[in-house]
């Protein structure tokens, strides 16, 4: 995938995760433009030369540099650009949204489709030539698959704590950033329809 490409779609995921943020109900903390706090402080990104690294340094952060480090941190460093071009898009949104997870959502979905490699969360050889031959089997499923296994884990994730599920399913009971993120990057078929969906999510009331 061309570095033109990969640029736009960094800038996508920056546009599409908006400004600054600091929700208590986010473990991502104080965040801009889809970086958090805590990645700041693992890069050193003091941007305001005091010494520290706060949420007034989070607040500085610009979109050039958020699709500087998503490119950097999140596709390059994590070797996405080894997968199945088709499937990079969405597992560099991932990425970005989940870090490892994204990785050890793949590998899930490869051990079901019996390939062996380890569900660590690195994209290694192994990993690399599994999702080559599981593309190469079915290269029209693979990527909703993974469109698949990333929506549920999103609603794994609400199920488990109620203080997420504002991400899955919006207050007046529609498909929230979390789902409609999910299904961007999948086939219209495989979208939950409004039933569907309501089903799912009905045990959250």
Do not use: C
């Amino acid at each position: 995938m061309g570095g033109q490409r990969i640029r736009a779609i960094a800038q996508e995921i920056v546009r599409r995760e908006g400004g600054y943020i600091d929700d208590p109900d986010d473990p991502g903390g104080a965040t801009n433009h889809g970086v958090t706090i805590h990645t700041m402080r693992r890069l050193g990104l003091d941007l305001t030369g005091d010494g520290r690294i706060t949420s007034a340094d989070v607040r500085r952060l610009s979109e050039d540099q958020a699709v500087t480090i998503f490119l950097e941190h999140y596709f390059t460093g994590p070797r996405i650009a080894d997968l199945p071009e088709a499937l990079q898009p969405s597992v560099f949104d991932m990425y970005v949204n989940a870090g490892g997870n994204a990785v050890k959502l793949l590998q899930r979905l490869l051990d079901k489709m019996g390939f062996d490699v380890a569900v660590d969360g690195v994209i290694g050889p192994r990993t690399i030539a599994a999702t080559a031959r599981a593309y190469a089997i079915a290269p029209a499923h693979l990527v909703d698959a993974y469109g698949i296994e990333r929506r549920n884990y999103y609603f794994d994730l609400a199920d488990r704590r109620p203080a997420s599920r504002k991400y899955a399913r919006t207050r007046a009971g529609g498909k929230g950033g979390w789902i409609t993120r999910a299904e961007a990057f999948m086939a219209a078929r495989y979208h939950l329809d409004g039933q569907a969906f309501q089903r799912r999510v009905a045990a959250w009331d």
